[in-house]
């Protein structure tokens, strides 16, 4: 049987988890051999809205996201992006008990001020320690399994200095917090002291391409004593370069390009599990 993500933290080297944002994304990550997947708040806004992370989608929408995500990444524990819990108190209770119905292992939950931004936007704001531990002890209450996590964020590196964030790192724990997330270290010396004061905690690491933080490897963070490293846009940033690509070929030529990468069709109705489902649906040729 499987350990747990809780027991995976613990053990090992850094535990890796890309960034998925629908059903697609969250299957042929599995695929690829993680152990982990996150869900992407920045990611799920994109694809579902087509509009930037700002606090846009509903606790009921990103909910139902974590539930297809799940079903599509199993049996591989989803780590889900729950935003600012989309209110006060009672909100972030609600929401730790839909994403815990819908079978996801771990919600990140962070202190920025409603509309939130992805954390390595500008003109970030928090709200004040109090009330942001207070969230975190909510979301504690409010699960049903100790083996459903809860991933403290905070964001005030960029507004108040790496103290401050390092000052609620420890009330999140207070309050309970089972992973501490220290947002947008701005230096390589920044991480290694985040890691320093952290020590023996587990601790996660955000990987943003073009971000605030220096952009290392899970080999190289698990040097550092991180738990888990998240590259939440590699494959959104990939996928949407080769979408844009695509869409002005064919607008161009009328047609796809013969030459444009793709996978055959039978290949992504193989990927897509269609043979597990209805193999007859499958080509004879293939």
Same mark, same amino acid.
């Given at each position: 049987m499987p350990i747990s993500l809780k027991q995976r933290l613990t053990q090992g080297p850094t535990l890796m988890? %890309? !960034?998925?944002?629908?059903? /697609?994304? =969250?299957? +042929? &990550? &599995?695929?690829?051999?993680?152990?982990? @997947?996150?869900?992407?708040?920045?990611? $799920?806004?994109? =694809?579902?809205? !087509?509009?930037?992370?700002? #606090? /846009?989608?509903?606790a009921t929408e990103m909910a139902e996201r974590a539930r297809a995500l799940v079903e599509a990444a199993a049996p591989l524990p989803l780590i889900a992006d729950g935003d600012t819990g989309h209110g006060g $108190? @009672?909100?972030v209770a609600r929401l730790v008990r839909l994403y815990e119905q819908a079978g996801v292992a771990c919600i990140q939950l962070e202190d920025q001020v409603? %509309?939130?931004?992805?954390g390595h936007m500008a003109s970030k704001e928090v709200i004040g320690i109090e009330d942001a531990a207070a969230k975190i002890a909510a979301a504690v209450a409010a699960r049903r399994s100790p083996e459903f996590l809860i991933m403290a964020r905070t964001d005030a590196r960029a507004p108040h200095g790496l103290d401050e964030a390092l000052r609620r790192g420890e009330a999140f724990l207070q309050a309970g917090a089972d992973? $501490?997330?220290i947002e947008a270290p701005q230096s390589l010396a920044e991480l290694q002291r985040v890691a320093a004061h952290f020590k023996g905690v %587990? @601790?996660?690491?955000?990987? $943003?391409? *073009?971000?605030?933080?220096?952009? /290392?490897?899970?080999?190289?963070l698990s040097e550092m004593g991180f738990a888990l490293a998240i590259y939440p846009v590699s494959a959104l940033l990939a996928v949407s370069s080769l979408l844009r690509d695509v869409y002005q070929q064919m607008q161009t030529a009328g047609r796809l390009p013969a030459e444009v990468p793709r996978l #055959?069709? *039978?290949?992504?109705?193989? &990927?897509?599990? /269609?043979?597990? +489902?209805?193999?007859?649906? +499958?080509? *004879?040729?293939?």
């Open positions: 988890a %890309p !960034g998925v944002y629908d059903g /697609l994304s =969250a299957r +042929l &990550a &599995a695929q690829a051999g993680f152990e982990a @997947l996150y869900m992407t708040g920045f990611g $799920v806004s994109g =694809a579902s809205l !087509g509009m930037p992370d700002i #606090g /846009l989608m509903s $108190v @009672l909100n409603f %509309p939130k931004r992805c992973i $501490v997330f %587990p @601790l996660v690491a955000n990987m $943003v391409e *073009d971000g605030k933080t220096p952009y /290392l490897s899970a080999a190289e #055959g069709f *039978d290949a992504y109705n193989r &990927a897509m599990g /269609l043979g597990d +489902l209805i193999p007859s649906a +499958l080509s *004879d040729d293939t």
